[in-house]
């Protein structure tokens, strides 16, 4: 029996009962962890350098982007949404029953940019580890994090039920419906239906939260035996019932401002081709009178309906914008082997927080004029200035004219 040995392309044979074949005989090489330069009378092995394989998905060029991000977008998040909560403070203009879920939602967004960072901690590790001594921090983070999530849908949820019920039924109703208690109520179910989908099966054993190694974030844990039944849990709580309220809500808006408009210009027009021509009487005076006064009233009925309608615009393109941030993070949890995906994928789910103050900062009427004055810091421009903000302004004209 020969032995052949190849090095440097060229083929070497040794007779079998050579020194050389009977000591390639006794030598096992492992091809994954040395390199083997043999010669023609000597072997050299040499221990390999490759590091054993990361459990990351991503490089740490990735992680560094993402975790660039996470603090921009955490950054504007707090500056924006601290905006809209202290323009409603500021201003009793803008405490409507509308806005206490608009708030509620700020709160949800506001709590989430302050949870965030904390995932670029460990996306700026070079290892796989939590680089602090306890992953606590990153667990209530994590936790944080998702229950501000699923808040902020149902709050979007109880707004478009709240304008759906401002447009189509009487105000008694719905004076009737969103009274203080009642508000009340509503804002904490909100937020306890979140709290009990998130906290509740990781103390049965379903799940957990803290350090993901692969995505490097603070979350669910996806090395739990059960993570993928957390997940379903978190995902089937959080999304088709707020989904089947805001679709249904605006649907039904759409179609009575629809017809409503239709009996408007109908209505106008039949106005219009039964005007007098002139007043020949004092009845016909009377007429025109009342006509006037009515049509005063029709105006202005016509100028709040509208103003209604473009808030209901406004709330409905954060709706919109909420949906395209976070469908493509809630389906790819369906998807099998989609594991690189979901690191991104859950940094766009994260730019919805700071899609609410942009759009009210830009097209809601009362708030993007109470917002601009917070910004230039003219309080006193401020319309209808709250007891907060009253008080607020007269410590500090009294602090100013102490004598220093």
């Not at 052949?4 to 392309?9: E, F, Y």
């Not at 921090?137 to 709240?162: D, E, H, K, M, R």
């Not at 306890?192 to 844990?221: K, N, R, T």
Request: aromatic content about 8%; glycine content about 4%; some cysteine.
């Amino acid at each position: 029996m020969n032995h052949t040995i190849t090095t440097m392309d060229v083929n070497y044979t040794l007779a079998d009962n050579s020194p050389s074949a009977r000591f390639l005989s006794n030598i096992s090489i492992d091809h994954s962890n040395t390199t083997a330069v043999s010669s023609m009378d000597n072997m050299t092995v040499f221990p390999s350098t490759e590091d054993p394989m990361s459990a990351s998905l991503q490089t740490y060029a990735d992680r560094v982007v993402v975790a660039v991000f996470i603090f921009l977008i955490s950054l504007t998040n707090i500056t924006g949404n601290s905006l809209v909560v202290l323009a409603v403070v500021f201003s009793k203009k803008l405490r409507t029953s509308t806005n206490v879920f608009v708030v509620s939602l700020s709160v949800a967004d506001l709590l989430a940019g302050l949870a965030a960072p904390m995932s670029s901690v460990g996306l700026l590790s070079a290892g796989d580890e939590w680089p602090w001594s306890t992953e606590v921090p990153c667990s209530i983070a994590g936790l944080l994090l998702y229950i501000s999530s699923a808040a902020s849908l149902f709050n979007l949820a109880s707004i478009a039920l709240n304008r759906l019920i401002l447009i189509k039924h009487p105000m008694t109703l719905y004076r009737s419906i969103y009274t203080r208690r009642n508000l009340v109520i509503n804002v904490a179910v909100n937020w306890l239906v979140p709290i009990c989908a998130m906290s509740l099966p990781p103390l049965f054993g379903i799940g957990g939260w803290g350090y993901d190694e692969q995505h490097h974030s603070c979350s669910d844990l996806d090395t739990h035996p059960k993570a993928k039944t957390f997940e379903m849990i978190q995902t089937i709580v959080s999304y088709p019932i707020p989904l089947v309220i805001i679709v249904t809500s605006y649907i039904m808006i759409f179609v009575h401002v629809r017809r409503h408009f239709k009996k408007q210009k109908a209505m106008h027009s039949g106005i219009s081709d039964t005007a007098p021509t002139g007043a020949t009487s004092s009845s016909n005076s009377s007429f025109v009178v009342v006509e006037d006064a009515t049509a005063a009233k029709s105006a202005h009925m016509d100028r709040i309906n509208r103003q209604q309608l473009q808030i209901t615009k406004n709330l409905f393109m954060a709706v919109c914008a909420f949906f395209v941030c976070i469908t493509p993070y809630c389906v790819a949890l369906f998807i099998p082997n989609n594991d690189r995906f979901l690191l991104f994928g859950g940094l766009l789910f994260f730019c919805n927080s700071i899609v609410n103050p942009i759009i009210y900062g830009a097209k809601h009427p009362q708030f993007k004029k109470v917002m601009r004055r917070l910004i230039k810091c003219q309080y006193s421009q401020i319309e209808e200035p709250s007891n907060a903000l009253k008080a607020l302004m007269a410590h500090s004209k009294r602090s100013v004219g102490k004598p220093t």
